[in-house]
Structure formats: structure tokens, C-alpha cells
């Protein structure tokens, strides 16, 4: 049973940063390629961040390029986000994904994290 759990969330001012976490036990995290997804009030989930199961490769949506990071760290069985320059319109549950693919579609991973929460202010 693979288990992927987020934490790092909060609130934060606009302009400000925040580094979310999701660490990953049952298998083996170097296998999986990881996402960041994220789900705002009355929207849809949708596609934040990749990185490939070595690091290799990443890739964003376009709304968080430039001022978001997806790094990993296989020793620690860690993903992480780097969110800097946050807007009101980041806030969003977020959860963390596990999959066999590098991809941008949900559907592609077979597992995920509970979501944490961050909200931004203005």
C-alpha cells in the first residue's frame, strides 16, 4: 500500500512563499514520476507541477511557472513545491501524486495525498 502525505500548507500574504512536502512510503519513490495538483472552491482539480522519477524533467502549468519549484529528493522518499511570489488566486488544496508516468493528467497516477490546504491573502 503506497501512502503519499502532504504537509507544508497554511496561510500566507500575497507575495509571500511557502514549501510544501509530501513524503511517499509502501514502494519504492524512485520508481514514480511525482505531480502537484491542486483544487480551488467550486473548480475543478487541476495540474500544477511534474518532476520525473529522477528529476530529470520538469514541468509546470503555466499559471505557477516562474515563481513555483517541484524538486525531489529520492534518500528522503520526498517530493517538494517551492511557491514563491503566492497570489490570491494560488489558493487551493493541494495534493501530491504518485504515478508510472511523467504526465500532466490526473488520471495518470495511481495514488495521492490527502491535500493540505494553503490559502493566500491579500
Known amino acids: 500500500q503506497v501512502q503519499l502525505v502532504e504537509s507544508g500548507g497554511g496561510l500566507v500574504q500575497a507575495g509571500g512563499s511557502l514549501r510544501l512536502s509530501c513524503v511517499v512510503s509502501g514502494r519504492t519513490f524512485s520508481s514514480y514520476a511525482m505531480g502537484w495538483f491542486r483544487q480551488a472552491p467550486g473548480k475543478e482539480r487541476e495540474f500544477v507541477a511534474t518532476?520525473?522519477?529522477?528529476?530529470?524533467?520538469?514541468y509546470y502549468a503555466d499559471s505557477v511557472k516562474g515563481r513555483f519549484i517541484i524538486s525531489r529528493d529520492n534518500a528522503k522518499n520526498t517530493v517538494y513545491l517551492q511557491m514563491n511570489s503566492l497570489k490570491p488566486e494560488d489558493t487551493a488544496v493541494y495534493y501530491c501524486?504518485?504515478?508510472?508516468?511523467?504526465?500532466?493528467?490526473?488520471?495518470?497516477?495511481?495514488?495521492w495525498g490527502q491535500g493540505t490546504q494553503v490559502t493566500v491573502s491579500s
Open positions: 518532476i520525473s522519477w529522477s528529476g530529470g524533467n520538469t
Open positions: 501524486a504518485a504515478g508510472y508516468s511523467f504526465a500532466m493528467e490526473s488520471i495518470e497516477y495511481d495514488y
